[in-house]
């Protein structure tokens, strides 16, 4: 099983700072990795997929880097709506497929 | 626009089991996967198992092999998930989540179901 593991736990960021959110795999998942955003009582929101492929309608402050081992999901500059949790996903050698164990980007 | 769409949260007892359901609709249900995974309290996403909604294949965790058992009814283009023998550790809420598969490889997840909370406890 490959282990996905994320960091920081908690990132205390002020609105309009820039965020960088790392995810490491245990071994290679080539750029088979997803980004989803988590807020209370919601769906998980697909961000990125393909490590850097933007979804649908995802403002261009989103950006997704990496590929093999390490990856990054950077938000330019934060608005009062990416307060949330961030989870790394990988889909490249499953089942299971796997988590990371999210950040929490909280207002500073 | 694809939207899935839950059952309502569960109470069970210890030792019952729990089936959760996961409306699709705004897509070609049996052109897609549909995967369950669930959160505990405090704990990050762990994928349970899925089901290929076309011909019906499914495939589980080994940690929640025998205990689950992931259907589908194309009619109502509705995926199930019931999970047995339940212990105060499958507290949780359960989500349902698709994705696209060909014959040659699998994507990525990308809608989810607003999630149902199971809580067991007696």
């Known amino acids: 099983e490959i282990v996905m593991t994320q960091s920081p736990a908690t990132l205390s960021v002020s609105p309009g700072e820039r965020a960088t959110l790392s995810c490491r795999a245990s071994?290679?998942?080539?750029?088979?990795l997803a980004w989803f955003q988590h807020k209370p009582g919601q769906a998980p929101r697909l961000l990125i997929y393909g490590a850097s492929t933007r979804a649908t309608d995802l403002p261009a402050r989103f950006s997704g880097s990496g590929s093999g081992t390490e990856f990054t999901l950077t938000i330019s500059s934060l608005q009062s709506e990416d307060f949330a949790v961030y989870y790394c996903q990988q889909y490249n050698n499953w089942p299971p497929l796997t988590f990371g164990g999210g950040t929490k980007v909280e207002i500073k | 626009q694809v939207q899935l769409v839950q059952s309502g949260a569960e109470v069970k007892k210890p030792g019952a089991s729990v089936k959760v359901s996961c409306k699709a609709s705004?897509?070609?249900?049996?052109?897609?996967?549909m995967h369950w995974v669930r959160q505990a309290p405090g704990q990050s996403l762990e994928w349970m198992g899925w089901i290929n909604a076309g011909n019906g294949d499914t495939k589980y965790s080994q940690k929640f092999q025998g205990r689950v058992t992931i259907t589908r009814d194309t009619s109502a283009t509705t995926a199930y998930m019931e999970l047995s023998s339940l212990r105060s550790e499958d507290t949780a809420v359960y989500y349902c989540?698709?994705?696209?598969?060909?014959?040659?490889?699998?994507?990525?997840?990308?809608?989810w179901g607003q999630g149902t909370l199971v809580t067991v406890s007696s």
């Open positions: 705004g897509y070609t249900f049996t052109s897609y996967t």
């Open positions: 989540a698709r994705m696209y598969c060909t014959s040659i490889r699998c994507y990525n997840l990308d809608y």
């Open positions: 071994q290679s998942v080539s750029s088979n």
